[in-house]
């Protein structure tokens, strides 16, 4: 008899299942593509969601299959071409197969044996991001998870360049500077590196909400005057709110006149290095020391897989500098093939695998085309929000973020538009988000899917101006 443990690896089982599920996800494309995919978010309150699937739970050991088809019925459809919410890619599905690939394949990837394949094809990505960037060949870096996480691996590098903090601790007070529209992960990693509020030194943005260069030398003053030791200065390309792109030319003038590291976060924005039609916004991040950018959100890849790209990667191998004798021998030497050496995870995805199929399916071109289209459709999208007087456009959008609202003559803006939102979450059809810039609430689409049309903004509008007249009654 064939123990449950035999069954559970049966080969034949796993073919069956497989095929059912690929079956599955191919319909919810073509649902998703042809249109007859109704909701983009079926939304359920937080509470409404547990108990359906506590009960679901509660009938037990089940047919696996209904599990698939429920979770693909019941998540936020990304494919869908009126997905516009959040920062996250609907990924391309060769990726999602490589994803299946290394999930069975399971390569841990901390030490060189346990990712054979894995370990190669990340430094294989590094070399190319890098080289996008504009790097030389002392460029190069890794994948980890999220730009979050991202960002803290490159500020502890900043620290470790500019410090000895990771051996002998210290009674600094240390500060970083960035702009006060960059993503909330960058006060983050200050706070759990110890700065505190006085180390996080926010500077106020233009009105295109980038960093006021202006302001640089005067808040660097300050800090200082206050005994601050500063060690770096970031720019965002681009904020997460607006997609503002901050002047990276200026601020690497800075940082090499006050010999900061120069850290740029590119999670979002930092794709544009594929596109020569817009990588004019990030000029000068060549002269950054490090920069981020996301696979999962440009760059069609499943979350999470970011990229941490070092202009010296020597400097990433200092900031984990620690001995793990059972994993390797020399708490020195600069394996590029041992992942664990320079990230914040020991046993790692096999991130580059997903990345890799991309490349390998459909070349660099994709990631060029990915970007121009939707940077394209942001503008686009300012065009029509502009031929109608019944909108405002918060700022002329740089990227594929573009922030607007519905105007009226009666009540608070800010009411009617949370609102809207609210309908259109419930509705379900559409799925945007929001956003607040200054004291005003914004609506906020992120274009993220290729398959979104000019239509589907139209669309968007005519919905959000439908429902302003049912909100205002
Ligand atoms: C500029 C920027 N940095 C960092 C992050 C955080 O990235 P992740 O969601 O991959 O942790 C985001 C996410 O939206 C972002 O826009």
Not at 191 to 196: C, K, L, P
Request: a negative charge; glycine letters at 6%.
């Amino acid at each position: 008899m064939e123990s449950l443990l035999q069954k559970a690896f049966s080969p034949d089982l796993f073919r069956q299942q497989a095929h059912n599920l690929v079956d599955q996800l191919a319909d919810y494309l073509e649902q998703a593509q042809s249109g007859s995919l109704e909701m983009v978010i079926p939304y359920k309150d937080p509470e409404e969601s547990l108990a359906f699937w506590q009960e679901d739970y509660e009938q037990g050991q089940g047919d696996v299959t209904e599990f698939f088809s429920k979770t693909i019925q019941y998540s936020n459809h990304l494919h869908h071409p009126r997905y516009m919410g959040h920062q996250v890619t609907p990924p391309v599905p060769i990726s999602a197969l490589a994803g299946m690939l290394s999930s069975m394949l399971n390569n841990g990837m901390a030490v060189y044996e346990m990712g054979l394949v894995s370990n190669p094809l990340e430094r294989i990505l590094s070399e190319l991001l890098a080289k996008k960037i504009g790097f030389d060949k002392n460029g190069g870096g890794l994948l980890t998870s999220g730009g979050t996480l991202a960002n803290l691996t490159a500020l502890l590098a900043a620290r470790a360049a500019k410090t000895d903090v990771w051996e002998d601790g210290t009674n600094e007070r240390l500060a970083v500077m960035v702009s006060e529209e960059a993503h909330y992960c960058i006060d983050r990693a200050a706070r759990i590196m110890g700065m505190g509020n006085e180390g996080i030194i926010k500077v106020p943005t233009n009105e295109l909400l980038q960093i006021r260069t202006d302001l640089l030398e005067q808040y660097y003053q300050e800090a200082t005057d206050k005994g601050l030791h500063v060690i770096a200065i970031i720019g965002s390309a681009c904020s997460t709110s607006t997609g503002s792109y901050d002047d990276l030319e200026a601020i690497a003038a800075f940082a090499q006149k006050h010999e900061l590291w120069f850290h740029a976060d590119g999670a979002h924005g930092g794709a544009v290095v594929f596109s020569d039609k817009y990588k004019y916004l990030v000029k000068g991040i060549n002269q950054a020391d490090s920069v981020v950018i996301d696979w999962h959100k440009m760059l069609m890849a499943p979350a999470l897989i970011t990229a941490v790209i070092f202009k010296r990667n020597d400097d990433a191998f200092r900031t984990f500098q620690q001995k793990a004798q059972y994993l390797w021998a020399n708490q020195h030497s600069k394996d590029w093939f041992n992942s664990g050496k320079r990230t914040f995870e020991c046993t790692k995805l096999m991130m580059s695998v997903k990345v890799y199929a991309i490349l390998k399916a459909h070349g660099e071109q994709i990631f060029t085309d990915n970007v121009e289209y939707l940077y394209d459709l942001g503008k686009q999208f300012a065009t029509l929000l502009k031929a109608r007087p019944n909108f405002e456009l918060a700022l002329e959008p740089e990227s594929n973020i573009v922030c607007f609202r519905l105007k009226s003559t009666s009540g608070t803006l800010n009411e009617l538009n949370a609102n809207i939102r609210k309908r259109l979450l419930e509705e379900g059809k559409f799925y945007i988000v929001q956003t607040t810039l200054g004291d005003k609430l914004y609506l906020r689409v992120s274009l993220m899917n290729p398959l979104t049309t000019e239509t589907d903004l139209i669309a968007l509008l005519d919905e959000v101006e439908r429902l302003g007249k049912v909100v205002a009654s």
